[in-house]
């Protein structure tokens, strides 16, 4: 995909660093201009988030209300842009962040997840702690993604973008291929807010661009009032070998209409692929609903074509068809997810005795995912659970799996 960058540019966009780090530092990704410009939106924009934060203040919360309690307080542009700041979501879109998104990932069929500002606090919060940008409750275990990535290349990468210096990141070089060492488990229970053995700054001058594996360990060390104003972005492919394991997006579709013409195209293709892959899921779980074998074997591989990992996906998979249960559980209410939009509408594809069928389906691998008692949380997100955070079942491939279907 590098014919999409200017010759500079592609200088800059090391592959097989990234490939080899799991980060890729960019210097001077975006000249002074475009700095200013993005300065230029974002300052309204917290004011707004700033305002509306006093107004629905909690009781029990300072006048500023959540974002006054946040240790990380962000703006999300598709929720906060107005038309003198539409920009920062056509920034999104050009040929420093989309752009080598695709050549970074391999792939044309690339779209936004995520499109945020990362803030300074209002209190000085120190560090935070070790983990890496995924939860077991919520994804499948880490060993089983980490062999995808190995297998397959990244399919989901994330961007820190600072418009002020900003040293805040660290990361631990080559996180990415291996669970946690014995030597980071032993330091993420006794005290997760300092640095790990091998970890290194990541020191980004305004301008300068971090593109990164989500799964690597990562800290925010310094949460502190030095301002920040720092473009956090998520990107994801479409087709490739293997599913990514980071599905959602954190946009609702009703952003579209709103914007104007060009970054409105783009965003109709990105909706497109999403409903697409929606379909693609909802065809699988029909073949499984109706134990059609075949028509399972079928939709899993046009999901997941490569041959080795697919249990991952349906790890993952479980996981959604869980949410479509709780959705219709919940007589069509607002359900916690990455997007809410996308599940209620998914969900309501499905009869409640049809999600009860597939959450059958499932059963037998939710088990084996799990483990007797709540194991303790050290580098992930999330609090205690008993799904298991590292390992894929041992001796149970996708064979097994239609042969447990209850």
Not at 40 to 62: C, F, L, Q, Y
Not at 100 to 117: E, G, K, P
Request: hydrophobic residues 35%; aromatic residues 10%.
């Amino acid at each position: 995909m590098s014919d999409i960058l200017n010759a500079d540019l592609l200088k800059k966009v090391d592959r097989r660093s990234l490939l080899e780090n799991g980060y890729l530092i960019i210097r001077d990704l975006i000249d002074s201009d475009m700095i200013e410009t993005m300065r230029s939106s974002i300052k309204p924009m917290v004011e707004r988030r700033k305002a509306e934060a006093t107004r629905n203040r909690k009781a029990g919360e300072p006048p500023g209300g959540a974002w006054a309690t946040s240790p990380q307080p962000r703006l999300k542009f598709d929720e906060d842009y107005d038309d003198k700041t539409v920009n920062a979501i056509s920034f999104c879109l050009q040929e420093e962040t989309l752009g080598v998104s695709r050549a970074l990932l391999d792939d044309s069929d690339v779209s936004v997840t995520y499109m945020a500002c990362i803030c300074n606090p209002e209190y000085d919060n120190g560090p935070a702690k070790w983990h890496r940008d995924t939860s077991p409750p919520k994804a499948a275990p880490l060993g089983g993604m980490l062999q995808n990535y190995i297998d397959y290349g990244p399919a989901y990468l994330q961007w820190n973008i600072p418009l002020y210096d900003d040293n805040v990141l660290w990361v631990v070089p080559g996180s990415h291929f291996r669970t946690n060492t014995e030597a980071e488990d032993r330091q993420l229970a006794e005290d997760p807010t300092v640095a790990l053995p091998n970890s290194v700054p990541v020191e980004l001058k305004a301008g300068d661009g971090v593109v990164y594996v989500h799964l690597m360990l990562h800290w925010g060390s310094n949460y502190s009032l030095t301002k920040r104003r720092t473009v956090h972005l998520g990107y994801r492919r479409f087709g490739g070998d293997a599913m990514s394991m980071v599905h959602w997006r954190h946009w609702e579709p009703g952003l579209i209409g709103d914007l104007p013409p060009g970054p409105r195209e783009q965003f109709e293709g990105f909706d497109r692929l999403y409903r697409d892959e929606l379909d693609g899921f909802e065809t699988i779980f029909r073949a499984m609903i109706e134990k059609q074998e075949p028509a399972f074997i079928d939709a899993l591989g046009r999901l997941h074509p490569g041959k080795e990992g697919r249990i991952s996906t349906l790890a993952l998979l479980s996981k959604v068809a869980v949410k479509v249960k709780v959705h219709k559980d919940s007589n069509g209410e607002t359900i916690p997810w990455f997007n809410e939009g996308d599940m209620v509408a998914f969900g309501n594809r499905f009869t409640i005795s049809e999600a009860d069928q597939l959450c059958n389906r499932f059963a037998q691998l939710d088990r084996r995912l799990r483990r007797p008692t709540p194991q303790q949380i050290g580098g992930f997100q999330g609090t205690d659970t008993n799904y298991e955070m590292n390992d894929l079942p041992a001796g149970f491939g996708v064979e097994d799996f239609v042969a447990s279907w209850e």
